[in-house]
């Protein structure tokens, strides 16, 4: 079995203080530790073991247990009875080849490694002596003062990306680390005084797992039977699963042979082989979550039972499939009595009313009723109960999660539809994948519902089956534009150049350009085109200022002011160089109305800014940038003609300025700008950037034509 090691305490009874090593550990586990590590360096060997006997009571499988260093104390304490689990090893203790041959294969064991060498050394040893690797000081610590010197997070990633083992990073970790880690790499967080001086060991140890959970997709597995349909089972629960944002698995309990209409044949598989299909999954993948549905019969669901017991997944959501909807018992009283066994092993039930009222031994009559059915189902089996309202008759369809002496309510009017082949089965499971995302019991189904409600609602538009029709499980997920492959920011500037090309081609073949490149342009022309320009950097520097305000980061707030500051500074330049007696400009020439071409331009620009959308204005502005500095960067290499690179040329100052190393440097910055945020929003949405890019760029052509054609 894969251990998970997503959170693991290693115990320092000074740290425990009064509480003392065994209650510390007895509320970790509460609140989720996977992993406890017993590590005290002065007790003797035969104190050690009579420590580990006392926490494999405490403990009572619901967590790993390990020692450290103490080889032949788990010896002992195996030898007495206590499960004890493997041993963690430094690179100084017993050798990992001695206690892997004294443990057995089965046995946890850790070594401690934070260099390439001992890395290395890890790897040569036959494959399956280690089991994962401790990998520290992530900071320096109290906690051992002979610590090596700390990786930092950076060092940690490094290491694990040079690790096939799972690596657990350990030393000065707190709960602010969780997701830096885990996104790091780590398979868990080892922690000592996170957990030992925290006042409410529980408390702190649920904050860790809720984080845990929150920065990684859940591995959700549902424990099944197949609806060949679709609707239900483990069709459904994958679907469901996937839709709530995790990572799906399905073992098979039965094959039926069913549609929308009804159930003609159920198939059951032997039962060693669904064990062999569970440990398949547990052998390898780490299980966040389960969600059990149809069990066919006892002996099925006792097959669960022990693997469960053996591989205690964190979360355990099981929907007791029992009743159909005709209201037909679908188990014999030898399965039903087993079920009852399973549901102590349970988080979460989530039957519906007819199951609640086997479940409890009595008929439920009512909403109230159920409510104190689920009471009395919750405190039975120590699981909070889902009662589920849908089978009640009436406008109203209630939900409420009653369990820890609480019942919250969930409302809503009944969704007029008769889609609700597997509502049970994509409930439960939404719910299983929310509560792995680290969503509170409360919160996570009142997101799996709504989901649910939406599925619901937007079922009508499938169409299949001529019986009752499935849930549309990604009908929220289609509607919010979840069938676009999204492109990335390098994708869309890419594509979006590509749409400007003829633009660009007929810029390259304007007289202007021809002839400003080959120094023939008449100089009125120029002056023309330089009083033009004078005038629509005045009001691109307010578009720029627009965009400033709107910006969603500071970053981009700098930049399009900077650009701002840009425009005005260039237009101040333009007046100061060609109002010049030299120059032979009159004030008058220079301070030209605008051309039509100038105003059709700024128009567009005005239109984006002031229509408050960040996303279209910004894709108007960057044709600005990137024409300019592709023409300049080409005029610069000579694609031209030799001549504009020639000081002499007469426009030669002026040719230069398109060239600026800055001014590329910003128009990269501003497609990545541009091009970032088209990657985020919607399909819809990029289409109207697009557009807004294009027409901005079809402005500019017409721009650069005005001098010689306007
Ligand atoms: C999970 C984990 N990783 C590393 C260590 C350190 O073990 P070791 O190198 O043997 O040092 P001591 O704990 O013996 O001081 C650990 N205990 N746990
Ligand atoms: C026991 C131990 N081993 C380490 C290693 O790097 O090998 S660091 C460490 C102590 C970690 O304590 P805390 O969580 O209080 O910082
Ligand atoms: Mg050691």
């Not at 959970?213 to 859940?218: H, N, Q, T």
């Not at 104190?372 to 919750?378: I, K, N, P, Y």
């Not at 009752?468 to 929220?476: E, K, L, T, V």
């Amino acid at each position: 079995m894969i251990a998970d090691l997503s959170l693991y305490l290693v115990t320092d009874p000074e740290l425990c203080g009064e509480r003392g090593v065994v209650e510390t550990v007895r509320q970790a586990v509460d609140g989720g530790v996977r992993v406890v590590q017993l590590r005290d360096k002065k007790a003797t060997d035969a104190e050690t073991a009579a420590q580990l006997i006392e926490l494999s009571r405490v403990i009572d499988g619901r967590a790993l247990l390990v020692v450290n260093d103490r080889l032949d104390a788990a010896l002992a304490a195996r030898a007495a009875g206590a499960r004890v689990d493997g041993v963690h090893l430094g690179q100084g203790d017993v050798s990992v080849l001695r206690a892997r041959a004294e443990l057995g294969a089965g046995a946890l064991i850790g070594l401690t490694a934070n260099s390439r060498a001992h890395l290395d050394a890890a790897l040569a040893l036959p494959e399956g002596s280690v089991d994962y690797l401790g990998v520290g000081v992530i900071r320096p610590t109290k906690t051992k003062p002979d610590h090596p010197p700390a990786l930092g997070v950076d060092g940690f990633r490094a290491f694990a990306a040079a690790s096939p083992l799972p690596c657990v990073a350990i030393g000065g970790v707190g709960i602010d680390d969780t997701e830096v880690l885990r996104d790091a790499g780590a398979a868990g967080l080892a922690v000592v005084s996170a957990l030992c001086t925290a006042p409410d060991p529980a408390v702190a140890a649920a904050a860790f797992v809720r984080q845990w959970r929150a920065a990684g997709v859940p591995r959700v597995l549902s424990i099944a039977g197949s609806d060949p349909s679709g609707g239900a089972g483990v069709q459904a629960d994958l679907k469901s699963i996937a839709a709530s944002g995790g990572f799906g698995m399905a073992v098979i309990t039965a094959l039926t042979a069913q549609n929308t209409q009804g159930v003609r044949a159920v198939h059951v598989p032997p039962t060693g082989f669904l064990r062999e299909q569970l440990d398949a999954i547990s052998d390898d993948i780490v299980i966040d979550a389960v969600k059990i549905g149809m069990l066919a019969n006892a002996e099925v669901i006792r097959t669960v039972i022990d693997w469960l017991d053996s591989v205690r997944p964190p979360i355990v959501v099981v929907d007791p499939v029992m009743v159909a909807t005709s209201g037909d018992r679908l188990l014999d009283a030898e399965a039903e009595h087993a079920l009852g066994e399973l549901l102590t092993r349970a988080d979460v039930i989530t039957p519906n009313l007819g199951e609640l009222a086997v479940l409890v031994g009595r008929d439920v009559h009512g909403w109230d009723d159920a409510l104190a059915a689920g009471s009395v189902l919750s405190a039975a089996v120590g699981a909070r109960v889902l009662v589920k309202g849908g089978h009640l008759v009436g406008a109203d369809a209630p939900d409420a999660l009653v369990g820890d002496g609480a019942i919250v309510e969930f409302e809503g009017a009944r969704i007029a539809t008769g889609n609700t082949h597997g509502t049970g089965c994509s409930l439960s499971s939404a719910l299983a994948t929310r509560l792995a995302r680290g969503e509170a019991p409360a919160d996570a189904v009142a997101e799996a519902r709504a989901w649910l409600r939406e599925s619901l609602r937007e079922s009508e538009a499938l169409a299949v089956g001529q019986g009752h029709g499935p849930i549309s499980h990604f009908a929220g997920l289609w509607a919010r534009g979840g069938l676009e492959t999204r492109p990335t920011a390098e994708d869309i500037a890419a594509e979006w150049w590509a749409s400007i090309a003829d633009i660009r081609s007929e810029i390259d073949e304007l007289p202007f350009i021809r002839a400003l490149a080959d120094g023939t342009l008449d100089r009125d022309a120029f002056v023309f085109y330089l009083a033009q320009d004078a005038l629509y950097l005045r009001e691109y520097a307010r578009v720029l200022a627009e965009a400033s305000r709107l910006a969603p980061t500071s970053a981009e707030q700098a930049f399009w002011a900077n650009s701002a500051h840009g425009s005005i500074v260039g237009e101040l330049e333009l007046h100061a160089s060609w109002l010049t007696p030299e120059a032979g400009v009159s004030a008058a020439t220079f301070a030209a109305e605008h051309a039509p071409a100038t105003l059709a331009y700024l128009d567009h620009l005005r239109a984006t800014a002031f229509g408050g959308d960040y996303a279209e204005l910004i894709a108007a502005i960057l044709p600005c940038f990137w024409l300019y500095d592709d023409l300049g960067r080409r005029l610069h290499a000579g694609e031209f003609g030799e001549y504009a690179r020639d000081p002499r040329h007469p426009y030669a100052s002026w040719l230069a300025t398109y060239a600026d190393p800055a001014f590329e440097q910003a128009t990269v910055q501003a497609i990545a700008y541009v091009s970032q945020t088209a990657a985020t929003v919607t399909p819809e949405r990029r289409t109207i950037m697009r557009r807004a890019f294009e027409t901005a760029a079809a402005h500019e052509r017409e721009f650069f034509a005005a001098p010689l054609c306007g």
